[in-house]
C-alpha cells in the first residue's frame, strides 16, 4: 500500500508541474513558485510515503527533506522553494503589503521550476526504482 501512496503523491506532483509549466507560459510568476514549491512538497511527500513513514505533515520541503536524511542539491532547492510557500499568494506576507506579481519575475520562476524538477526527478528516481 505504501507503493501506492506514493505513486499517488508522485503523480500528484507530476500534475502540479505541468501546471506550473502552463503558468509559467501564460506569465504567472508569483504562481508558478508557489506551484513549484507545492511539486517539491508533494514529491517529498511520495518518498516518505515509499518509506513507510508513519508521519508525514507538514508544508516545509527542508523539513521533509531532513527526516529523510535527503541534503545537498535537494536542500538547497528547498531552502528557495520553501520562501515560495506564502508570499507568492499573499499581498500581506510582503514588506510593502504589494502585489506579489511586483516581486516575483519569470527568472524567479524558471529557477523555481528548475528546482521543483530535482525534486521530483530524484522522488520519482526513488520510488520507481528504489
Known amino acids: 500500500m505504501s507503493r501506492d501512496v506514493a505513486l499517488t503523491w508522485?503523480?500528484?506532483?507530476d500534475a502540479d508541474l505541468q501546471w506550473g509549466r502552463d503558468s509559467f507560459q501564460q506569465g504567472h510568476y508569483p504562481q508558478v513558485c508557489f506551484i513549484a514549491q507545492q511539486v517539491g512538497e508533494k514529491a517529498l511527500k511520495a518518498?516518505?510515503?515509499?518509506?513507510?513513514?508513519?508521519?508525514?505533515?507538514?508544508?516545509?520541503?527542508?523539513?521533509?527533506?531532513?527526516k529523510l536524511e535527503l541534503n545537498g542539491e535537494l536542500l538547497a532547492a528547498g531552502r528557495r522553494l520553501d520562501l515560495y510557500y506564502i508570499a507568492p499568494r499573499y499581498p500581506d506576507a510582503l514588506p510593502d503589503h504589494g502585489d506579489?506579481?511586483?516581486?516575483?519575475d519569470r527568472d524567479m520562476a524558471a529557477e523555481a521550476l528548475?528546482?521543483?524538477?530535482?525534486?521530483?526527478?530524484?522522488a520519482r528516481s526513488e520510488i520507481e526504482h528504489g
Open 10 to 13: 508522485l503523480k500528484l506532483a
Open 47 to 66: 518518498v516518505a510515503h515509499r518509506r513507510d513513514f508513519a508521519i508525514v505533515r507538514g508544508h516545509s520541503i527542508v523539513s521533509l527533506a531532513e
Open 100 to 104: 506579489p506579481r511586483a516581486h516575483f
Open 114 to 122: 528548475v528546482f521543483a524538477e530535482s525534486i521530483l526527478r530524484r
